[in-house]
């Protein structure tokens, strides 16, 4: 067992703390509070590389591995998830799918343009009925011979308006149900698509959710991924890669979190020392560090996984599950620790604990990982 990370690794850990700490740490309260979309943020991201770290270089990618995407997404996670969200949706929903499952004419089309933040894209699986049930698809892909029409709903759609490229799960055949569901490429142009208004969130508010509408969406056959049926399957495989990305997102809130508290209790002062001398904030500080370690650890297991092309559903399953809860746990912990102030915007600890609270909902929530986990280990 090597614990070691290589030279690479290092380099993309290093540059990824480097950009969040002098590009998005400036203004990542005012994203917050004006619910701003990182727009030059994420352009930077594109030309640095951080929307396509792990496509092939021959379509535009870094063609790196998934540790080094952990990293990345850990660091950029410390300072603003709002950003990071928009990273995973990127990585791994959007350009790992199309990669893997996408036609050579897809890829070219949209893949290149993708990895490089020239465009955006988003994944639409969630539904107003839809979200942990994902065979319950609404909404409807109707087979015309070279083209579905498109019709339905969905919800809670990240980069849902900042988006030029949308993948979108619909059902083409009800009777077959699960083996029934198509994933189409949709364009954000095409007539009959309408984005609807934008959510006002507890959290990521600087990332754009919203619902998106298609009234008779004609979509050409060209863009369907993989074969007649296969959708339910895409979107499974996609959203089993998703969690790696979103658990180091969630790592990447609780160790902010902890980095914020540490250096506070330092120079915070009670009862004339500082409150780090007090064995009541030492013991939060230690589990604070032994759960972020725990948490890391699972989300490189994962990663590991992932790039060995191993089975890594219950691994993935395991570092989202522990990883948000360790999220939340230790923003609730670090407010505390700042006492009063923690209560204040400008101690960045309160928009870290609402952040916190959607890694365990999106991406599956973690009753829907519990379940994940529980049917691996009972093979």
């Known amino acids: 067992m090597d614990f070691q990370l290589t030279e690479e690794q290092l380099a993309v850990q290093a540059a990824a703390r480097d950009f969040a700490q002098s590009e998005l740490w400036a203004g990542v309260i005012e994203r917050d509070e004006h619910q701003k979309f990182p727009a030059e943020q994420i352009k930077k991201m594109g030309e640095l590389g951080f929307l396509g770290m792990m496509v092939s270089p021959e379509y535009g990618g870094g063609g790196m591995d998934t540790v080094s995407y952990v990293l990345a997404m850990e660091e950029i996670s410390k300072v603003d998830a709002s950003c990071s969200v928009i ?96 994933a189409l490429i949709v364009e954000k142009d095409m007539p009959g698509f309408v984005v609807g208004p934008k959510e006002n969130k507890l959290g990521i508010r600087g990332s754009d959710t919203h619902s998106l509408m298609f ?66 904030i030492q013991f939060k500080l230690a589990d604070m560090a032994t759960n972020i370690d725990a948490a890391r650890l699972l989300c490189l297991q994962a990663a590991h996984d992932k790039d060995a092309h191993q089975d890594y559903a219950k691994s993935g399953a395991m570092a989202k599950l522990f990883a948000s809860k360790t999220a939340m746990d230790t923003a609730v912990e670090a407010v505390q620790i700042h006492g009063g102030y923690g209560f204040v915007k400008e101690f960045h600890v309160e928009r870290l604990m609402r952040d916190a609270k959607i890694t365990q909902i999106y991406e599956g929530t973690s009753e829907i990982q519990k379940i994940v986990i529980s049917r691996e280990i009972l093979k």
Not at 114 to 135: K, M, Q, R, V, Y
Not at 261 to 271: G, H, Q, T, V, W
């Open 87 to 182: 990273m995973s949706v990127n990585n791994s929903l959007v350009c790992w799918g199309l990669e893997k499952y996408g036609t050579e004419e897809q890829k070219q089309k949209y893949l290149t343009k993708l990895t490089t933040g020239e465009i955006i894209g988003a994944f639409a699986l969630s539904e107003p009925e839809a979200g942990s049930d994902a065979t319950s698809q609404s909404t409807t892909a109707e087979d015309k011979g070279d083209h579905y029409l498109l019709n339905g709903t969905k919800n809670w759609i990240t980069n849902g308006s900042s988006a030029s490229v949308y993948l979108v799960i619909a059902q083409t055949d009800p009777e077959k149900k699960h083996r029934g569901i198509n």
């Open 215 to 280: 009234t008779d969406v004609k979509v050409p056959k060209e863009n369907r991924i993989g074969e007649d049926g296969f959708g339910f399957k895409f979107a499974m495989q996609v959203l089993a890669g998703g969690r790696i990305g979103i658990a180091a997102q969630a790592l990447g809130i609780a160790s902010g979190a902890y980095e914020l508290s540490l250096k506070y209790s330092k120079e915070r002062k009670a009862f004339g020392v500082p409150i780090s001398q007090h064995q009541a």
